[in-house]
């Protein structure tokens, strides 16, 4: 008897699997979507590939001078031979290994929150990180005490002052930024006026003419005899500017709690800082982990505002280089290498703020 | 069977654990500290400026300015009044923002629109856009745009030449200037007509749509009737405008318009960057719209682009605007970062140059900071306005 055999399964049409199918259904899907490919990958190839080719291919990464560098590639030896100048700014050489134990004690505090160790480790290290890490850095980079020498303010400079900036900048901000909107959720009136008005001028107004404001105004405002360092003056407008936002931020978190977290707090008989503390915000600042993640970003980017009072951070050290006349035209190199380090930390920051989002979600909302 | 010989109703509690009279209390305290520190601070402040010999009050704003400035949008020369610096100082910033707005939004829309293409390549293009642009520092944007790419070009008489009209050097874009002549007017009669023509179409046509369902085609009769009558009355009244085209003389153009490169640095470096904030907006404003929504347009059997138009954007604008209001804000203070490549805008002419020549810094900085908290407050004002406006109406 014969039996009906089927014929074996063809394959699909070789447009229908493989990098082809993929290619047809991303890049050639339509007649408009090929011609859009077209022009994008032409106008790719032309831009990058003689970019790639001057900033690698042609470009010069080590030497003594401008006179090793090749006309047609990057001068990177420019940022090799500045290299100390970029981080420390006119830090005093022989000094430079209290800054450097500072970014190993910071390594040490941070690197560890991003391996598979035991949370209480972690925890204690966070904590040395916002507690004891700047009081090590202040003694350890301004000296002065312990025997070490006293280096002041105005030789601190490059990346280490921006990241100087930065840090203290989040540490007091974040505090103060709950505080004020905690306060403009207040029941009572007058702090809720206060709170209010204090964060709508910060917010309202350009950073610069704040830190304009601290470098003129602020020695008018201080009784006779009593100075403030610039830098401090820096990271004072710094901090009350971002702190305004960074309450704008936690208000959004406070508000998406559902009253009934307030009425059961309140039910167990908690003071208002027990309820805060212990229900209300670590509910609320997971909420708003990715605006506090914003509003740190844009304060380290903010920290290049400095150089108009006339600080010299990462990007104010290497805009002073370029003035030089041994090195000329590198500056295209310069600004380059500035973008990519702060590029580097911006992203990484926001990388981080995602994984920690993901890491802390419960699976549901509120 | 014992009766508790306590009330039922518990007494008032000692004043300091009673929440009414702390209230009261913290209340009191927190105007008395303000109150403390603006007095200390107005005191000192007094009493510095005595002793440095700083004279008060706004009488400035009438004395001889005496210092130029490269750019100005209403008359100005070194003769007149700190006042007059004030105000052009200011139209250089409205300026700066306002073109700063209106090319951060097309950019912005463009990318975020982009950003969700169905073309690989262009979604990932848009996203690298993004990341690289608002991951770097706005100041060293207007650096490099200032000093390594407009700063680059040559010298006047090397400039790029665009068909002999317009020029491209490092003193800024020089571009031919339009000179209006007696019956230039009928130009802009035409212009006006056109306008009023295609509001009152559109108005038509929307109450017809609603009427019958039927749709006309009021987009391209604007395309054609907008430029085309102004066209029109140049023609019939035999060409009343003349340009004046730039033209190498000495060491630099004579005639024309030009853009310094100053506010083109500054324009190019706000533009990028805030459109790479812009973008991210708009795609989770389309995100953020129901799938159901376009399904169910679709299922109607509304075309693909209609129901971008009329179901989707509507919806994702509600969720869209309020945070590219703030963007909006952000650009224009960000603009006072000017005073870095010095153009002249209200920080860099007046709480720069006008503030060190006359040293009054409470003034100074109480009218900058004004003009910034008046700004934003307005916008502030008109956006709770929106608000409220598209807000869902829930029946």
């Not at chain 1, 921006?162 to 709950?178: D, H």
């Not at chain 2, 400035?60 to 070194?78: C, D, Q, R, V």
């Not at chain 2, 603009?335 to 870095?340: D, G, I, M, P």
Request: hydrophobic share 50%; charged share 10%; net charge positive.
């Amino acid at each position: 008897m014969a039996t009906h055999q089927p014929l074996p399964d063809q394959p699909p049409p070789i447009s229908q699997r493989g990098w082809l199918r993929w290619l047809r259904e991303h890049l050639f899907s339509t007649w408009y979507n090929s011609v859009l490919t077209v022009v994008i990958g032409y106008w790719l190839i032309s831009t990058f590939v003689p970019l790639i080719n001057w900033a690698f291919i042609q470009a010069v990464f080590t030497g003594d001078g401008a006179d090793a560098c090749n006309p047609d590639g990057a001068c990177w030896v420019f940022v090799e031979q500045r290299l100390g100048f970029f981080i420390y700014g006119f830090y005093p050489a022989e000094f430079r290994w209290r800054p450097n134990l500072v970014f190993a004690l910071f390594a040490l505090s941070v690197v560890p929150q991003f391996l598979p160790l035991p949370t209480t480790i972690r925890k204690w290290l966070a904590i040395f990180g916002i507690t004891g890490l700047p009081l090590a850095a202040y003694f350890l980079i301004a000296g002065g005490h312990f025997g070490l020498e006293s280096v002041p303010t105005s030789r601190w400079g490059g990346l280490m002052l921006t990241l100087i900036l930065a840090y203290v900048g989040i540490l007091a901000a974040l505090p103060i930024g709950i505080l004020l909107a905690l306060g403009r959720r207040s029941e009572m009136p007058v702090i809720r006026g206060i709170c209010v008005v204090f964060i709508e001028f910060w917010r309202a107004v350009p950073l610069i003419t704040i830190l304009f404001m601290a470098s003129v105004m602020l020695p008018l405002f201080l009784p006779d005899g009593v100075t403030f360092d610039k830098l401090l003056r820096a990271l004072v407008g710094i901090t009350l500017f971002q702190s305004a936002y960074m309450a704008e931020v936690v208000r959004g978190g406070l508000q998406a709690i559902p009253r009934g977290q307030y009425e059961a707090a309140e039910a167990l008989g908690l003071g208002y800082w027990r309820r805060m503390q212990l229900i209300i915000l670590p509910q609320a600042l997971k909420i708003v982990i990715p605006g506090i993640a914003n509003t740190v970003i844009s304060l380290f980017k903010d920290t290049t505002l400095v150089l108009i009072i006339g600080l010299f951070d990462l990007l104010g050290a290497v805009k002073s280089t370029l003035s030089d006349p041994a090195w000329s035209n590198v500056m295209a190199e310069g600004y380059l290498f500035v973008a990519f380090c702060f590029w580097v930390f911006c992203f990484g920051m926001s990388r981080y703020s995602h994984r920690l989002e993901k890491q802390l979600e419960t699976g549901h909302r509120n | 069977m014992t009766t508790d010989p306590r009330p039922l109703r518990p007494g008032r509690p000692k004043p300091w654990n009673d929440p009414r009279v702390r209230s009261v209390v913290f209340q009191i305290l927190a105007i008395a500290g303000v109150a403390w520190v603006g007095y200390t601070l107005f005191h000192n402040t007094v009493s510095n400026m005595e002793s440095r010999g700083i004279s008060t009050g706004f009488g400035f704003l009438n004395e001889t300015a005496g210092f130029g400035i490269i750019m100005s949008l209403i008359p100005y020369n070194e003769t007149m009044s700190y006042g007059q610096t004030f105000l052009v100082g200011l139209m250089n910033t409205l300026l700066v923002s306002g073109l700063g707005i209106l090319l951060a939004t097309i950019v912005g829309f463009v990318v975020g629109i982009a950003r969700l293409s169905s073309n690989w390549l262009v979604a990932k293009v848009a996203l690298a856009y993004i990341e690289v642009f608002r991951n770097i520092p706005l100041l060293l944007q207007i650096f490099f745009w200032y000093f390594a790419v407009l700063g680059a070009l040559p010298g006047p008489r090397q400039a790029v030449n665009v068909g002999d009209i317009a020029f491209m050097s490092n003193r800024g874009i020089v571009l031919p200037k339009p000179v209006f002549e007696p019956g230039a007017w009928v130009m802009g009669t035409g212009l006006v007509i056109a306008l009023a023509t295609i509001v009152v179409l559109a108005i038509w046509a929307r109450r017809r749509q609603a009427a019958t369902g039927r749709i006309f085609p009021v987009l391209p009769i604007a395309v054609v009737l907008i430029p085309g009558l102004p066209l029109l009355g140049y023609l019939l009244t035999g060409g009343p405008v003349s340009w004046d085209v730039p033209s190498l003389g000495g060491f630099n153009f004579r005639g024309g318009i030009t853009a310094i490169p100053e506010l083109g640095a500054l324009l190019l470096a706000l533009t990028l960057y805030t459109a790479s904030f812009i973008a991210e907006i708009v795609r989770s404003g389309i995100v953020s719209v129901d799938k159901g929504q376009t399904e169910a347009a679709l299922a109607l059997g509304l075309p693909a682009r209609r129901v971008l138009r009329l179901v989707v954007i509507p919806q994702a604008l509600r969720v869209i605007i309020p945070p590219l209001t703030s963007q909006y804000l952000n650009l224009t203070k960000n603009s006072s970062l000017a005073v870095a490549i010095g153009y002249p805008d209200l920080v860099n002419v007046f709480m720069g140059t006008t503030l060190n020549q006359t040293g009054q810094a409470v003034e100074i900085v109480a009218m900058t900071m004004a003009v910034y908290l008046t700004i934003s407050l307005a916008i502030s004002v008109l956006m709770n306005l929106y608000n409220r406006a598209v807000a869902l109406k829930e029946r």
